[in-house]
């Protein structure tokens, strides 16, 4: 018999590819999913490509709705998940998608979010150095945004290692629609999201303290773009160099073990599509020949890498599984 | 120590996915992969997606080159299978993804392919009648078409019922444009394919005769269309009616116990989106008010059920594995 | 001095896509545009990309904002245009893109929408036979649905002649998402669109009665589609010759003068982003080898031919102006 | 009688533009158009959507193919327009869209660009200071490129008022697909393009230089990313400020008069498809909150102010036309 997890939060298209992972994993069975608007409706008909739970009716979110799950995935929209979380017993392994609790500063959560501060879980990074182990102990665990994740792994490395200026870092980053939500909103609708890139939030996005946080930068300006596709991230990461190395090299040797980061083989860029339905994430770095500055693209699929999977992985760990177990290394193209 | 398979013709997009199958198989070995331009070039720059087999370089497409595999994956251009057919020990399996087998009347062959007829071998759908057996006791199959396996699926049960007029089938089918292979061709670049739909071969398309065969229709008009998306068909199928009976009904005990087949519940239509990625077919039936028509709505994604997940379903059941290894019902959405 | 013009319902868009016409129109001058939750808004922050009345500010939907205008266009929801046309001043022009007033049969009405039918204007289809000189003497004139318009101009002359039996139409059409409006519903997000092909209203399309209407047919089997693209609807008509005759010669010489409707040359099939942006219907016709039917493929843009842009070309019908002032038969592309 | 225009290389896709705006322009007139592979074929048959000229055929591609025409639009691959150029009569105007006259600085051309440095002809930016007299008494134009018009409408202006650091600038660019030619390659089929973001060219791009030379921009790192769009660019411009100024108010005070080159409304980014089909460029600007560096982005149609619309702009100068003559200033969407 598996381990049986619950998904709180499962109507929107992060919880969809929980449950689609949670039904191809060998280990995890589905304890029970919860939904708001959606509560008392078939998996079937929410999620119409989950089959396998085609005849699951979503419970009402609530804290009562998990039982006795062995772990609680809660992807929720952000501030939601405290109220949750504050509900269900200590012992009891949480991964939390959502913002709640990434942030270590208040202040910092205080600049880009509404509400208080609800306090720091383990950050579910396990390729940043260390964290692996800090997850694999840990019952609560913040699970990455989908643009830190892309950018914290394209700049941690070359930070730590003193290559990259921490105080001059540069991004845009550009995201498919899953990343906006499910909820029906009229700049999201096809007819205006096809043929058209559109940035937003542009000169303050809520996800900076987290990259900071995370990746060691000191200032960093951010811009998400648009884009029109369903799944994916690219992130353009530029910054100072501070030595006369290699950032390729530099990368590859920090990920040299890691099964979902892989640095490309010279002059292979990333594209979102090779990293579709997976949880790898793509590298590729260079030194730009006019302005000298290091260039890092880092493209991960902001269901997979940037969400779900992701909390899979930190899922896996937190439950002593194999960290791969469930998961796609490869991705689905074209 | 698994099962080895080779897949000959692994550079375009049916043996890309079979790559990716084969990697994610519980049973499936990896033995050789050939490719005919890309020989040479490692499976890791023709297919980036395709991490697991990242450094396996593309041997020369030749017959010689499958050695002692277990089975083999024909993934060639229509016409080119044949060939490499003759030159393969009798007693080796072989899937065929390729057209080159799958008519028994060579004039029907002559009417829509050049070159000679090579030949008929089992027909590689098992959701047909008595057609599970007889590809487990195969050792050659003859895997469907991408665009017959749609309207196979929606439409022989009707027939066989005597429930839909097989004198008077008419069938749209819309496809991605990962059907039309990856050979650089202008008209599908994608700059002339987003944005657009296109009819192509109005009239006379060479997926006739195999539809016909394996539907029992008599006469059939069939117009193909590309659509702006990479993959995914959905066709839809109507006749007349011959009896007073709920077409839905029907096709549902026709596939009540097939894993990969199913019929959605009463009022909701198949998304090509919900079976991408999985060999899941997606069907549901009702009668058009104003004509009396019988209206079937099939979806599959077609480098699934359409080619690559298919021909993985043929090679279980001729391996004797559980028909369903290494294949997904659910699809990756959005 | 222009003719002056009114945009009731100006926030949708269709009712973009007429501002953008008459903004480029040589005689036509914007009178007052209005919008019912968007009322107060400039026109450039609900049409961002019509730069040429960016501070034009959008009025209340009411029959007294229109003032004087010498001609109206309704761009309203469905069943919304009656109420507003009954206001207005039985001498001023108005044409309705609704389908409030095509129908001349009630019964027909009632079948499909909710209300009671509120009357049948002149058809505004100028490619009709004797439909021109109608429209040109008109005050009210019922613009046609954008379903409609694709397969009656496919369809009408086959019929007429003979050569098509109007018993035993099949018809299969795909449209892009704009044809849905711009109200914000889930399964019209980006999300849910893009990467697939999606049938709706299966067996009962409300354009059914509109196409009989003005084409001739008896029975039709109409199945709509949505297609992951913005703009452009793909008609594929098929239909069982009742003479011998070549199809596509027909339509040739029923559109022989015309400048927005062409067949085109033998062999070139239409696509939709050939048409986009304008008010052109691109016709091909062939008959089937294996079942003998005729095909005929038809491609408007839905915001063009369509909606707008026929809109417009009643409108100069109706004030004496060059039919095609203001109207582009070139698509743009891609 | 209009004044008679050549455009030599019709058969690509900013050729394809050219002949749609010369369609519809109130004082130009096609004397001749040009193909390579394509001479001998009806334009109806290379370019589907240009209806108004479906009859005429493709001359071949040479100088004496433009005959006495008042002024010739070169639309020709990198690096070919200088040989065609050079047996033109020197009082002939010439308005090149190449890349091969942009370029002051022949070491500049070296470094990115095969073959010798051909010369520098007028630069073809109205909207630069000064420029748009020098376009007006030039015989021989070069016409900006896509990427560089995006970026130096962004950044001349703050750079010229000594608000941005011209040191440290910082661009990411998205192009849609058309913006990489017509040729087919097996990168840009739509299978490979629709879903994915790819960098390309990355630390090296041939723009880097003509963007420096216009801009004032002294270092440059420049990203290009292909997106999944037939058209549009959207340009991240970041730099260092030199000055406490409103980045927005510096660029709205530039473009003030100007008919194409907008500064949106505080609050109000651009999107690429509002400026589709269009010569209009569309500019928004703040100053990040986290680095206090200034972002500026900027939109436009790769094909319009990026290619053939910009191209009829300065022939419009050069003519003595008025400069907005058969350009639109609205966008089409959605």
Not at 194 to 212: F, N, R, W
Not at 245 to 255: G, H, N, S, W
Not at 273 to 296: C, E, K, P, W, Y
């Amino acid at each position: 018999m598996g381990i049986r997890v619950a998904v709180v939060g499962a109507s929107g298209y992060a919880g969809g590819e929980l449950l689609r992972l949670i039904a191809g994993h060998p280990h995890l069975e589905l304890a029970v999913a919860t939904g708001f608007a959606q509560a008392g409706a078939t998996i079937g008909s929410v999620h119409p490509h989950v089959r396998s739970f085609r005849d699951v009716v979503l419970a009402k979110t609530e804290a009562a709705a998990v039982g006795d799950a062995d772990l609680v995935f809660l992807a929720l929209p952000h501030g939601e998940s405290a109220a949750i979380a504050a509900q269900l017993p200590e012992t009891m392994k949480v991964v939390d998608l959502g913002a709640d609790f990434r942030l270590r500063d208040p202040a910092a959560w205080s600049k880009y979010y509404p509400g208080a501060h609800a306090g720091t879980w383990t950050y579910g990074l396990p390729e940043l150095p260390g964290q692996r182990d800090r997850i694999a102990s840990a019952t609560r665990v913040a699970s990455t945004g989908c643009y830190a994740v892309t950018v914290v792994l394209a700049l941690a490395p070359l930070i730590a290692a003193g290559v990259a200026d921490p105080d001059d870092v540069v991004v845009v980053a550009a995201s498919g629609t899953s990343g906006a939500g499910r909820s029906a909103k009229q700049h999201l609708l096809a007819s205006e999201v096809m043929g058209s890139l559109s940035p937003y939030k542009v000169g303050a996005h809520q996800h900076v303290p987290e990259i900071k946080q995370a990746s060691g930068a000191r200032t960093l300006s951010m811009t998400p773009v648009l884009a029109p596709m369903p799944r994916g991230i690219l992130a353009t990461v530029t910054a100072k160099p501070l030595a006369d190395a290699d950032p390729r090299a530099v990368l590859q040797e920090a990920y040299s073990g890691e099964p979902f980061v892989q640095v490309l083989p010279e002059g292979q860029w990333p594209h979102t599509a090779s990293t579709f339905g997976s949880n790898a994430a793509h590298l590729q770095a260079t030194t730009d020949v006019d302005s000298g500055r290091i260039v890092v693209v880092s493209a991960i699929d902001n269901l997979g890498k940037g969400a779900a999977a992701q909390a899979v992985q930190n899922a896996n760990l937190m439950l002593g599984l194999p960290e791969t177990a469930g998961l796609a290394v490869d991705g689905i193209a074209p």
